[in-house]
């Protein structure tokens, strides 16, 4: 009975298979975005969580963690302050301790950072799983005034190997600037292949760069320009006077993790100065909570996209009742039940449904396998392509218990229409 | 007792739910078993509702009401459904087929929605469709979608499976409405021969009294329902 139930529903589904085809793509498309924006939320997550990797502590000034973490992973904000080079060459001989990098921040060159640091972040830096840093043109600086530059640096000022580029001194981050340091223009030597991180938007020099830049600027103001514009050119400064003094921040790797929490109170209990030291992967989650909200805003609209699709389900079947109230009598002459009317569909809806979320699956990966590389190469966000995670089964099943709860509505009218009706057939 | 009741109606009274007064008052209807039976109803008579009755659509009825010696009101709903199913045939004044099954799908409903129906057959499903089809002269429609018959074949597939299975009672409200003069004719004739064949009761509902005469039995709901008078 039940199976002769479900060949009749088939059927009736067929007979209507324009109208049950689109209530199934538009329950699709929403259950699509639905999921689509589930993948982008993890993709973004996995990406900033990916913007540094494999460095265990970060150390600073004394300062907030959240902003330790901006202005030396994110390029974001400016430094609380300075660490003195003494204290970080003391530190750094920490047995524990693999690798350092410094930065030396404070510069920037037409909107872009300027990074002082040293063949260590060639070495050590690491992003995404493991990634590290590799050149697309060139090599790292050879010489003090020699310059690498990110991917989007090179993009948008198309600078090539050999370009003379001229830094200024202060953060700008609109590109227009006061002070600059014309005095001493860096040659580009390497360009970075791109890593979709705030890798790609500084232009790195050396820590004797920095130092050589500002050589006269103790002070604060430019030096005195005894120099003639010719006599700029070939410039040669001398190696030992440009010992660096202080850097901003450095990054710390560690021979065993199991070290991190010992070594972080180390640092913050430094006696030299007040330093902090912050796990780059707590500081990280830390700032993606605080900037859930985007997230819950997204998951909202999303959730009403689905409700949207399920409501013209909903009406789509709603409608179809009137039509269907001669063939619902005639069943119910044939002695088909009140509940078998109801049960039919029920049926239908859901199953409409589980179509539709088929569907939308289909399409989303299909979507995926499609756009994922665009996505990659534009936006720098890569969504995964996996099996469907626990959360968005956890989601469909929310979509089908919806989908039957709606659908509970026209089977409800149509069991009361069964009743009211009888055996007289309205035409 | 010679011939077992097909109908046995004592006093029955019928009123809609928040409706004061009664829509039906029978006192005594008896239909035999067997009995092909003209029922003249004109609208607003109560014959809907007395059909709603018979076929236990509408319960909560006074009285007695006994349909193939079985009372109906002492069914649960469920029950009232499977005998519905399993003992009537009915056909309707129009539009009476499902559009999206074909012709022999239509025909073979009722024994799907009923198993005592199809434990009825003395031979399979399908002989029993082909042999109604010859009877009632549609046999080449068979595997055709029913929307591409005329009115007058639709209503013959109609009683193709108001017959199927055999239900002891069969109930056909204004059936030949739709149908011209010839065909009117015709389709009686049909029907009542296969009900006589297997002895099956015709309750035959029709505002049209001039084919009373085609039946053994005529009646006009007027003069049973004491409701109006």
Redesign the interface.
Known sequence: MTRYLLFLARKSLMNRRLTCGLTVLSIALSVMLFVGVERVRQGARLSFAGTISQTDLIVGARGGPIQLLLYSVFRIGSPTGNISYESYDDIRTHPSIAWTIPYSLGDSHRGFRVVGTNDSFYEHYRYRGGQNIRFEHGDRPKEVLQTVVGADVAAALDYKIGDKIILAHGISDTGVSFQNHDDKPFQVSGILAKTNTPIDRSVYVSLQAIEAIHTGWEDGAPPIATLSATDREGITIPEQNLEPKQITTFLVGLHNRIDVLNLQRFISEYEGEPLTAIIPGVALSELWQGLSYAEIGLGIISFFVVLVGLMGMLVSIYISLNERRREMSILRSMGASGKHIFGLLLFESTFLSIAGMMVGIALLYAALLVFRPIIESNFGLTIPIHMLSGREWLYLLIVLSLSVILGLIPARQAYRNTLQDGLMIKL | MSTPSAIDIRNLKFRYPNVATNVLDIPELSIKQGQSVFLAGPSGSGK?TL??II?G??SNHEGSLEILGIKLSELS??NR??F???YLG?I??M???????SVS?NIS??C????ERQARLKTSLNEQIQYLAKHLEISGLLDKPVLELSVGQQQRVAAA?ALVGQPPLVIA?EPTSALDTDLRQKFIELLMSETKRNNQTLLFVSHDVSLKPMFEISLALPQINKANA
């Open positions: 809907t059909l709603g076929t659509i509408l709903s469920s459904d499977r519905r199913g399993a009915y309707f004044q539009f009476n087929l499902i559009p999206y099954l799908e409903l009722p799907y929605l009923n198993p499976r409200d």
